[in-house]
């Protein structure tokens, strides 16, 4: 089973208006962590924000929240006020199992082109 | 702080060749993975070195191996490269378990 899923190839949003990127996720560890990278057409990977399995609370990031819903084990990432630059790649990820253990490999998603339309 | 590096940024070899990818991990971490991004896809996990040592290996065949130095910075190579090893490879650095912080990339081409 994959680990992350990320069930949308490509988004068009109008600039200005907010989109969700859905992430559903897959593990068995009580201890994890989620995060949101986004690549522009350059190719470097751009830390977004982060959500550990034990937070309580949403995160957020300036225009950027995570709905975790750990029950449904989704991770969707959503950003508001979309500006043309949010045009990327995104992808979702997932740091399974504690900290201290070996390997603390990531899981990364196939990604969601995102597309801002002015 | 400066942030992660990594040379070079484009290469082209041909199949049976070996290459070496370098990467400069940024100040004060400690940690260093390296990942394989083909054209369309997610990164892979190839492995992590964890002061000077390898931290774990995803689904990659012995011709991949690495290296990490007392300064954290890291090598990775690959021998008798494949046509299918054409990739942007990814290196991150991070404390341990932290979030990871990416480099530009190299771009491999293997013709």
């Known amino acids: 089973a994959q680990k992350i899923t990320q069930t949308q190839p490509g988004m068009f949003v109008q600039e200005k208006e907010a989109v969700t990127l859905d992430c559903t996720y897959d593990t068995s560890d009580q201890s994890y962590g989620l995060f949101w990278y986004k690549q522009p057409s350059s190719g470097e990977m751009i830390f977004l924000i982060y959500?550990?399995?034990?937070?309580?609370q949403n995160a957020t990031e300036g225009r950027y929240s995570l709905n975790f819903q750990k029950a449904r084990k989704s991770a969707n990432l959503v950003i508001s006020a979309s500006q043309l630059g949010d045009s990327a790649m995104y992808f979702c990820a997932m740091r399974e199992g504690i900290i201290s253990n070996t390997g603390n490999q990531f899981y990364f998603g196939t990604g969601t082109s995102l597309t801002v339309i002015p | 702080e400066t942030g992660v590096t990594q040379s070079p940024t484009h290469l082209i070899k041909t199949r049976g060749q070996q290459v070496t990818l370098r990467c400069s991990s940024q100040?004060?971490?400690?940690?260093v993975s390296w990942y394989q991004q083909a054209l369309g896809q997610g990164p892979q996990f190839i492995f992590q070195?964890?002061?000077?040592?390898?931290?774990g290996r995803g689904n990659f065949p012995p011709r991949f191996s690495g290296l990490q130095f007392p300064n954290y910075s890291s090598e990775l190579n690959v021998n008798a490269l494949e046509l299918d090893d054409s990739a942007l490879y990814l290196c991150?650095?991070?404390?341990?378990?932290?979030?990871?912080?990416f480099g530009p990339g190299t771009r491999l081409t293997v013709l």
């Open positions: 100040s004060g971490h400690n940690t």
């Open positions: 959500q550990g399995s034990y937070d309580e």
């Open positions: 070195y964890y002061r000077e040592e390898e931290n």
């Open positions: 991150a650095s991070s404390l341990r378990g932290g979030e990871q912080f």
